[in-house]
């Protein structure tokens, strides 16, 4: 008798406990919002360790990639299974190296237009250097969607966010246009050498 009175207690509870978690609404963790990002903007020192992938309508490959942006300067590390092929561009205002591992690194005036010959592959590199951190680049018109903003012809769509000390960064990020599309998946962040996982 007075096991069936818990039995019912326990099931009563259960039925209250799953009616009453159905009707609380749920919100995604680390939803992207554009307006709380405005600090982003300042910071002066952040890198990330990640996976890309990119295909255009001829070509795709993927690498892994270590990004580090201190000031103005952009340190690109991109590279192969187990490696192989590395592949380190540096960005210095107008001024872009890439150094292949021969020894023979190559410079121009022309970043955006350089990478591209170099790689087979158009990257927005300039732009992406605020994409990455989830804003648009400043001094060019966007357009805000529900996961990201349209900017420049292209499409920024964050997948995913996740908290990194006071900040929702992204984690999985989509860019894309007509010609090419680029999925970089972000590891781990490290904003002012506070790293985070």
Aim: net charge positive; proline share 6%; with cysteine.
């Amino acid at each position: 008798m007075i096991q069936n009175k818990i039995k019912q207690f326990v099931v009563g509870l259960l039925v209250l406990l799953i009616s009453g978690c159905s009707t609380v609404p749920t919100v995604p963790e680390g939803r992207y919002e554009l307006q709380a990002r405005e600090s982003l903007y300042k910071l002066d020192r952040w890198s990330f360790d990640g996976r890309l992938a990119i295909t255009g309508k001829n070509d795709a490959w993927s690498a892994s990639i270590n990004w580090l942006h201190v000031a103005n300067d952009e340190k690109i590390k991109l590279a192969g299974p187990l490696g192989q092929g590395a592949t380190i561009i540096q960005l210095s205002g107008n001024l872009v190296t890439i150094d292949r591992g021969d020894k023979k690194p190559l410079t121009s005036t022309q970043p955006e237009l350089f990478i591209n010959q170099q790689l087979g592959l158009f990257v927005p590199v300039q732009s992406l250097r605020y994409w990455v951190v989830g804003v648009p680049e400043p001094g060019s018109h966007y357009i805000v969607t529900p996961t990201g903003f349209t900017q420049a012809g292209w499409l920024i769509d964050y997948k995913q966010t996740l908290p990194v000390n006071s900040y929702i960064m992204p984690y999985k990020i989509s860019v894309s246009n007509e010609q090419l599309k680029l999925k970089l998946i972000i590891d781990q962040w490290v904003l002012n050498d506070a790293a985070v996982q």
